[in-house]
């Protein structure tokens, strides 16, 4: 009966290899005579080369549009569409029962939440599909936080022993009626669950990896591809202070700012972000998640004009950043792009049409027809596995002459940026596949032609200025020091430096020199004046910088066990604000509930949780709640006389309510700030005034381009004194703003801090992460005087001559205080 089973299994196999191959051959209907499995695959791999005719129709893989099945259990659900195998396959879905040994075993190794599903094939044949099945597993409604966080997956278990348990990559987060599920893709099935991790909201975007100040050499962008450690750390390099060691791009290019791009092609795509890539399928028709991104990218590369980039990256984030650029030539702020095993021309291990031929085949068949070894059968079928369900949900981009890689190549290269393209000839294969059949499917495969990902043909742009070939594999590429050396050499060529360095950030130049020259009597004569002023400017700005004590005797006080911790000073105490309640000085508990805002209101200390509105007045004691509401949203502030604003968050916007009624959804909001009774919204575009009725645009990023001339990224906060506004940007500008806005002046241009900016005996201190300059507001004058920290904070304020700052450290976050120096 056993032997019966498995000549029925091994007929069933043959049948579906017929049908490859007759779905590959136009001419041919159907075969209709017996062939043994041997002939089957050197047959369908020579007609699959010799046709070519599935890289050239890369529809035929788009399941979204093709009718499936669909197969449900209590929370799992999987769809199989038609076309997934050549007849209509069933799979059996079986709960693992949770007082099993192997359900424990599998929760002891993964944070499994709920049912464990085994998910196998009736036909008991394990067979890889030929388009993406889906799964969905319900989230429970207690588990999700909002539309925005990201803290689900689906994992499966392997049939190993002990299993393997990966997360599949590529999965999104969608809303069915009431409920939500994440959905992922796969090629195949397995042991299947949720995971759940701590809630944490997605961060998607340009991001700041390392911060330097302004000089003449561009910033860095790291675009990572499928490899999360594209921007990773150096393992060599931990220290006590830094356990995590440095990253290495920080090392090759000390000087430099860095920043990374984030995006969710291999992580779980939160629901907001997954609903924004479904308005752009149904504007443009395109189902691109790669071209998707490359717009997203395009925009924040516009977003910051006044920067110059190098752009570095690695594998498919190589191709959204040629789409990026080359798609749109308004984009002039890109210098020179470095493409580290990108598939300019597309993979062949993204086909499923090729793994399909050599996943679940016997490895002694295989062995035997391709001419090849039992290590290289391992090494292959492993290999092209990892990768097909890394790209899971974006293969048919990077199958060659797609319809994506068509668009992308048709729009031509850009002239006024210099390419450099590198690749890997080392594919990780020991074997010679020059003599194999496999090496027609794979050439990535070939030592010399691949780097086990990505032919080189196909990362060696022809058109490329410089081309560099070395013998690494794809995961090994980048992090090599010859070739990071080369980078480097690249990148600095024909970078002259100027006469003066301009600030940047939130630190300040390295030597006087840099800055000024000296007359023949020693005295300092500034070379340029890089701000923008007015005719008759009311402040005095800086003749020369000095680096100058502001703070003294600073001590370390003690690490916070709390979770975001920021520092308040209300009726003379320093209040510390954390996720889970309010503390003094001292962690006495003040007051115990989940904390969404905490801030000071006329003379009252405000705080919003998710249980309603607590304040503390002036000499009182303890907190009182004000308002029961229940409040839900990423921000609330409660305003006496006015109501509850509550803000929701998304990427580009946020949307504010007063109560029930929106009063914007165009703009970031980053701020409130109260003066003399009036509330100011601080957003990222513009400050606007709050009033019972309405809210009226007070001061707008246009008009203060407009008068100074000078553009900048956006609003980043405010401080109001005497009634003049004083606005720090993100990009590490300070703008003066006359109270009646009779007049404008640029005060700092790259020379100050973004993080804070605080009042304290008629000075301005302008804070950045480890910087501290200050401004003399009677006398209309910025002296150029400023401090340097060794560390770096997120947080301050000042009580009277004392200043208590927050900084994270190997330890956790530590408290220090030291004394300010009195003019």
Known sequence: MAEENQNENKEKKQNGLKNIISRLILSVKRLRYKINRKVIIISSIIIIVAIGGILLVPMIFNSENVSSTEQKAKDLEIMIPKSAYSGNKQFIIKEIPEDSIEYQNLTSMANFQGKIYSVLPSDGVEE??????????????????????????????????????????????IQIDNS????????????????????????????????????????????????????????????????????????????????????????????????????????????????????????????????????????????????A????????????IVLLSTPNDGTNLANPLFFNLIYGKDSNLLMETLKIDEETSFNIKYNSNFYLEQINSYYYDLIPNSDFLNKLNSFGMREDINYITIAGKNSGIKMDLNQSSLSRL????????????????????????????YDYKFYDLYSKPDVLENIKKILEDNLDAPDIKEFKDDEFIETYEQLYSQNSDGTNVSQENNIVDQQNPEFNLPINYSEFSLIKNIEFQKVLNYGNPLLHTFDSKVLISTDSGIYDINGNVLLNTEIINSYEYKNRFIVTSREGVFVLDQNSQEFIKIEEALIESDEAYYLPNFGLLRIFHNVQNSTVYLDKEIISNNSKIMEIEEYNGVNYLVFQNRISLLTKDNLNDFITKESIVDITGSNFDYIKNIEIINGDFYISTNDYKLIYVKGDRSFYQILGDGDVGRLDLITIDDNLYVFGSDTLTYLDIPNKNFPGNYQRFDYSNFNYTIMEDTVYGIRQTSRGFELWKGNLTSF
């Open 442 to 469: 794979y050439p990535e495969f070939i030592n010399g032609e691949g780097d086990g990902i990505v032919s080189v043909n196909s990362a060696l742009i022809p058109e490329a200025k410089t081309k560099l070939l």
């Open 325 to 336: 650029i080359e798609s749109d030539k308004s984009i002039d702020n890109v210098r020179n």
């Open 180 to 323: 939500y599920y994440v959905e992922a893709e796969t090629f195949h099935f397995s042991k299947i669950g949720l995971i759940v991790k701590s809630p944490q909201e997605s961060d998607y975007g340009m991001k700041t990896l390392t911060e330097k100040p302004a000089n003449y050499k561009p910033d860095l962008v790291l675009i990572p591809g499928t490899d999360v450690n594209f921007t990773g750390y150096l393992s060599n390099t931990n220290t006590s202070e830094n356990p995590y060691g440095s990253n290495f791009w920080s090392v090759l290019f000390k000087e430099r700012t860095i920043w990374q791009y984030k995006y969710p092609l291999v992580n779980t795509k939160s629901k907001t972000y997954y609903d924004s890539y479904q308005g752009f399928l149904m504007r443009t028709g395109s189902k691109s998640f790669i071209e998707f991104e490359a717009k997203r990218f395009a925009q924040e590369l516009k977003r910051l004009p006044n920067r110059e980039f190098d752009i570095i990256a690695h594998g498919v984030g190589g191709l959204i950043a040629r789409y």
């Open 128 to 173: 890889s599909s030929l388009v993406p099945m889906k799964i969905r597993y319900k989230i429970p409604n207690d588990l999700y936080f909002g539309d925005n966080f990201t803290n689900f997956s689906i994992a499966y278990a392997s049939e190993d022993e002990p299993p393997v348990i990966s997360e599949l990559p590529g999965s999104r987060i």
